[in-house]
């Protein structure tokens, strides 16, 4: 009997244990002690809630429903409910280290409404919130407020304000559970958002228009490419008739000379895929996929001769800015954040944070192209003209992608001619403002189509993200394009405040124009005083750097390498503290044009010049190894430093053009570049778009690792040429071989 008992008192003991465990299984952990991880794992529990709806909050008769519906179910242990908690944002890893992304899976909410594909589906329809929220708690562990981003996968019923109204009872009640267990603590919601919000991209009359630009575009394209393809078929069977008639000429008696008059015509029409045609048609054909892109892709050596190594140090330089915006970008999705720091104390990490350097690289390739063909062009004008032989109109058009990432074409009857006296006359004057303006429109017309094609898809593919993204990119220009676009399409974006810019990045192209538009007025006004026009590129190189030294000083300015862009308004984009690599460009053009490439450089300057120019280059990358410099150094490194970075390119290229680059020419000048070359100026613009677009879309944070990174940078840099590939094609191209088209270079061609 007292067996039984015993096994009686057994059983419900287990029955009672039982009963425990299964009671909590659904519910939250009380908080015992003062441990303030426990507190904030609590934090926005759904199991929570209620007691909150059972309080005197109001909510909406159908929201309060449903959301009790899945409060029940989620108590009952049912699997719908479950997912909708598990969809919803709660306390993930790393906040103490910089995680502020609670954000669940807006993917898993909206696959909640696949009915098809599920058996135990919620009754009612879900929706995604994202809410902000600012977090304070005690002095050591979150002493500064900290915002973080919760997602809400609740019933489709609940608006953002009856969410909102949840959030704050339930913060009520947190703090002052915390309160009663001595712990300090805050929590206020700042604003509650549906992911995705509102906008209809198709009804967006911006969307409408940049879709029937294309649309136009890409009919102009097939249209050229099959007409194009019908000339070239008929021009080979022509041709073939002719070797044909001339084979079997060849086999009558007395036709030798015939034979090599015939034999030599062929070799100089050898690379003719076509007849050149008329105006109209020729227009029709700068739309051609065919010639386009078989220039673009093209490996052929270009007309510029010992210039190649250029195209090289263009590509490398597009490809260090993409790697530095890859890093900007991960480290803002980023739920380790913590990790950008331990980053950021690597040696080898100056070469991101110090990389605006390599925007100085094009300045200095700019001021060469520039310089070298003006001064080839008035070369020409000097000497008698000699009759071309026919040439391919599709050849050597390396030069259509713009001296702002490439060569380019400058035309030969724009400039002054050179007078006895020393002061201009009306004519001159007449002339030299007559040829800027020609020179000037042509650089506008060839690098604006595709700039303005990129903005509108920018501006598009920006406000498309900022409605469908769960975080708060701090890039608005869906907003800034769309009232500021004009700045860009004038190149003037740059001299107004960073938060008004549209396409940040765009300041390049602002700077590049502007420093032309210098180097053309220095060059023209060269044609007839040198002496003056060097002495005023002195004048305007020293005066840059006394204007970025007193900037600099006056705002107290220490570089850091983790805020980089920490002076962008007053310095870092501005022209007069950016433009010395520029004109050393211009020097180093002025050089090698007079040189011919073929000045023999003596060895030992050859030994002395090579390591101090790398040693330039390390020192302004790798000398900031505590991180940051004071007020003195920092202006004379972001004044002098930047003419200094152009001083060391400058030598590269003056070697490897000359002939004393060894490897380094020969790694630069490999024609397999060529074509990424020509690619450089629309990958620059187009690859922050898809940086944005791609990243701001996931559905949650990124994990960064540096090996990661790497990874994701490589497909940036794919991504980013291959659409350039087609902005090249459908935009850059045509709008070259209309220009020539216009200036006559076609019926000169057809003449000959």
Known sequence: ??????????????????????????????ITGQSRMAWIKSLFDHHS??????????????????LQTYLTALQDGQLWA????????????????GNEYWLGSLNACTELNKKQYYEQTPPFATTFYVAKI?????????????????????????????????????????????????????????????????????????????????LAVCVLMLVASFYEGYLERRYRMIKATKDLELAQDNHKPGNNGV???????????????????????????????LSNGRTILSTDTPSDGALTCLHGMRFMSVLWVIMVHTYLTIFYVADNKAMRVITERSFWYQSVGNASYCVDTFFVISGILVTIL???????????????????????????????????????????????????????????IKSFMILLSYRVVRLTP????????????????????????????????????????????????????????SWYMANDTQFYVVGIILLLISVKHPKIAFGSLGVIMLSSWATTIYISVWLQYKARIQEPFEMFDPLYDKPWSRIGPYLVGMIVGWYLHKTRCQKRIPYWLVALGWPSALAIIACLIFSMVDGYFDVWPTAFYISIGHTAWGVAIAWVAVSCCSGYGGLVNSALSYRGLLPLSRLTYCAYLVHPTIMMYTSFLLDGPFHMENSTVLAVYAGYAV?????????????????????KILSGETRRMKNH
């Open 82 to 97: 479950s997912k909708i908690f598990d969809a919803s944002g709660q306390y993930g890893p790393n906040l103490l280290f």
């Open 1 to 30: 009997m007292c067996s039984n008992k015993h096994r009686t008192m057994f059983t419900a003991m287990v029955i009672m244990l039982v009963s425990a465990v299964s009671a909590n299984v659904n519910t939250t952990n009380e």
């Open 374 to 432: 003006f001064l080839r062009t008035e070369e020409k004008k000097s000497k008698p003209k000699v009759v071309e032989d026919k040439q391919d109109i599709n050849k050597n058009m390396n030069g259509f992608t713009s001296p702002a990432l490439s060569i380019s074409v400058i035309s030969q009857d724009t400039f002054i001619t050179e007078s006895k006296t020393q002061s201009y006359t009306k004519e001159e004057i007449f002339k030299m």
């Open 259 to 289: 034979q090599s008059s015939e034999k030599t015509r062929n070799n100089g029409d050898k690379d003719l895929r076509r007849e050149t045609c008329g105006v109209c048609s020729e227009v029709l054909l700068s739309f051609s996929i």
């Open 49 to 66: 809630w209620s007691e909150i709806l059972n309080g005197n909050i109001t909510l909406p008769t159908a929201c309060e429903k449903d």
């Open 719 to 739: 991504m980013a040429f291959l659409a350039s590939l087609a902005i090249s094609i459908a935009f850059e191209a045509p709008a070259v071989r209309l220009l």
């Open 450 to 505: 595709a700039y303005a094609f990129v903005i509108g898809v920018n501006e598009i593919a920006l406000r498309y993200t900022h409605d469908h993204t769960v975080f708060e990119p701090a890039i608005f220009d869906h907003i800034t394009c769309d009232n500021w676009w004009w700045r860009n399409l004038l190149y003037i974006n740059n001299l107004y405040p960073q938060r008004e810019m549209c396409m940040v990045w």
């Open 134 to 214: 600012n977090v304070t708690v005690d002095n050591f562990h979150l002493p500064q407020s900290r915002s973080m981003l919760l997602g809400e996968c609740v019933p489709a019923s609940c608006s953002g304000d009856a969410l909102g109204v949840l959030l704050q009872a339930s913060e009520q009640a947190t703090v002052a559970k915390a309160s009663a267990l001595g712990v300090s603590a805050s929590l206020v919601t700042l604003v509650v958002r549906p992911v995705p919000g509102g906008y209809d991209v198709y009804s967006d009359i911006k969307f409408q228009i940049l879709g029937s630009v294309t």
